[in-house]
């Protein structure tokens, strides 16, 4: 018997993951306590998933409702199922930027200091497993503001000539920059993965991601952009743009093609394992391009207020460079395209 261990198994990337192995054979142990949701003081839908499971996978996926800074009872239950772990999906987080400034003590505990314990757990019981850790392109901070970036009628962008053109790639500096001090967990979190590698000889993946997305997400304002606007759009109620006039540029991917590339490391894990990880160049939307696609696509007239100052931290511009984990997997691709996304969750909107 093979199991998958997913923290943050309801959320968007964890419940993915969970289905995935589910329906593939593999038995599931999930942690998830719908901090998110609690935390920003958004719906969820994490009791309908829950229920989803129980009706399809009950004789194969175990549900453990407790916070992962619960260092006892998650040493506890890695030690309980070591024997059969053969993959840990470390997805539960504080994904908020807001939220993390008003609570950085807090924040860092779960990014940080949680991630920690499971990895030690990890190395103590179950050291010939794949572990696979959700990071952001957070970590580079805000250089990426500083490249040379023209202002356009919808966007933001480089010039053709210029280096990062199709995208920002794992060389880029993380140092000499503003993070926010989510951006600082998730990347404390990040070295801490990589140095298991390193210094333990631990099999880990480092899976650098900017905006992932599907119809399982419940988005909010301070995170899950995409799906919150959207949600914001289907209603005819007012949007916020917070920011650089809408014309911030993200390059957005759907979960599925995500989870394709965990398991794509999970059956053939490599000695190099950091990786961006986003939609590339060809998926790469404005958020004023988003609301035209919606006014074409479904004739949704979207109002928008300006709210000029943006984010600290954030970015104007981001497209993953994905050449490096295609040269090492080279027939995964992300197979949604932005228009097929935004079709996906606004047909799956209540």
Known sequence: MSIVFITGSLGLIGFESTVYYLKNGYHVVGVDNDFRAKALKISSNYNQKYMYLQKHFSSRYIHNNFDIRNTIKLDSL??????????????????????????????????????????EAYRKYAPKAIFIFTSTNKVYGNLVNSLPLKEHKT???????????????????????????????????????????????LKTCIF?????????????????????????????KCIPIIGYKGKQVRDVIHVKDVVQAFDYFYKAPT????????????????????????????????????????????????????????????????TYSSDEIIKDIYEHLI
């Open 78 to 119: 890695i030690k309980k199922h070591s024997n059969n772990v053969t993959l840990i999906i470390h997805t539960a987080a504080q994904t908020s930027h807001d939220w993390s400034k008003e609570h950085p003590l807090i924040d860092y505990s779960i990014n940080a200091f949680a991630t920690i314990h499971l990895l």
């Open 155 to 201: 966007r933001y962008d480089l010039s053709k000539d210029n280096q990062y053109y199709y995208g920002i790639d794992e060389k880029m500096s993380l140092d000499q920059s503003t993070h926010s001090i989510f951006g600082v967990s998730k990347l404390s979190a990040d070295l801490l993965v990589q140095e298991y590698s390193r210094y333990y000889g």
């Open 208 to 236: 650098r991601l900017g905006v992932v997305t599907g119809p399982s997400q419940a988005g909010s304002i301070q995170q899950g952009f995409l799906s919150y606007l959207l949600g914001k759009a289907k209603k005819d």
């Open 271 to 334: 000695k190099t394992n950091v990786f961006n990880l986003g939609g590339g160049r060809k998926n790469s939307v404005s958020l004023l391009e988003i609301l035209e696609k919606m006014t074409q696509s479904y004739g949704n007239k979207v109002k928008t207020i300006n709210i000029a100052t943006p984010r600290q931290g954030d970015h104007k511009w981001w497209i993953s460079d994905t050449n490096l984990f295609r040269r090492h997997y080279p027939t995964w691709e992300a």
